[in-house]
Antibody, heavy 120, light 107 residues
Framework: QVQLVQSGAEVKKPGASVKVSCKASGYTFIGYYIHWVRQAPGHGLEWMGWINPKNGDTNYAQKLLGRVTMTRDTSMYTVYMELKRLKSDDTAVYYC?????????????WGQGTLVTVSS | AIQMTQSPSSLSASVGDRVTITCRASQDIRNDLGWFQQKPGKAPNLLIYPASSLQSGVPSRFSGSGSGTDFTLTISSLQPEDFATYYCLQDYNYPYTFGQGTKLEIK
């Protein structure tokens, strides 16, 4: 069965970096895009970007440009989202989601979410 | 960035009620709009995309309509499992943007 399993919760200090992983199983890894969406506690959803595991192409939300990097390891069927120079308002649950393409159509499977807490 | 404005921000309703949630885009987005349902502590679930097409496995009591700037999500007869928060999202252009959400609560 299709699964996206994310890495565990992280606590980081302001200015540090965090790298969240999303391991895929049960489907052809390079056949689907991975989108990242985050949600600050008690707040709404924010789209962060996507990666195409087939060729590594990415597209990031403009507000995160320069701080976010999405990569993939096809041998490990894993996608990574790294966020640098963390700020307190980066505290959120981070989700990965499988999509049929660059759009959000067909985002049918999601990871369980990873809580990243940024606190001094 | 395109702004998505949802209304209402919260809504109280009873099982069996018909409810409608609206989403307005700050510019024409054709029909490049999705509706998500999210329950507490869970990942969002895509219900409808584009605008009026039900995703596989979504009950037929959910429907979507609209194009351009104005969109609606309708639940024809609320079931207990429908009480959740609903978000619209446009992927017409980057960055994709969500509405602020509508929390649907039991009256």
């Amino acid at each position: 069965q299709v699964q996206l399993v994310q890495s565990g919760a992280e606590v980081k200090k302001p200015g540090a970096s965090v790298k969240v992983s999303c391991k895929a199983s049960g489907y052809t890894f390079i056949g689907y895009y991975i989108h990242w969406v985050r949600q600050a506690p008690g707040h709404g959803l924010e789209w962060m970007g996507w990666i195409n595991p087939k060729n590594g192409d990415t597209n990031y939300a403009q507000k995160l440009l320069g701080r976010v990097t999405m990569t993939r390891d096809t041998s490990m069927y894993t996608v990574y989202m790294e966020l640098k120079r963390l700020k307190s308002d980066d505290t959120a649950v981070y989700y990965c989601a499988r999509g049929s393409g660059a759009g959000i159509n067909g985002t049918d499977y999601w990871g369980q979410g990873t809580l990243v807490t940024v606190s001094s | 960035a395109i702004q998505m404005t949802q209304s209402p921000s919260s809504l109280s309703a009873s099982v069996g009620d018909r409810v409608t949630i609206t989403c307005r885009a700050s510019q024409d987005i054709r029909n490049d709009l999705g509706w998500f349902q999210q329950k507490p502590g869970k990942a969002p679930n895509l219900l409808i995309y584009p605008a009026s097409s039900l995703q596989s496995g979504v009950p037929s009591r959910f429907s979507g309509s609209g194009s351009g700037t104005d969109f609606t999500l309708t639940i024809s007869s609320l079931q207990p499992e429908d009480f959740a928060t609903y978000y619209c999202l446009q992927d017409y252009n980057y960055p994709y943007t969500f509405g602020q959400g509508t929390k649907l609560e039991i009256k």
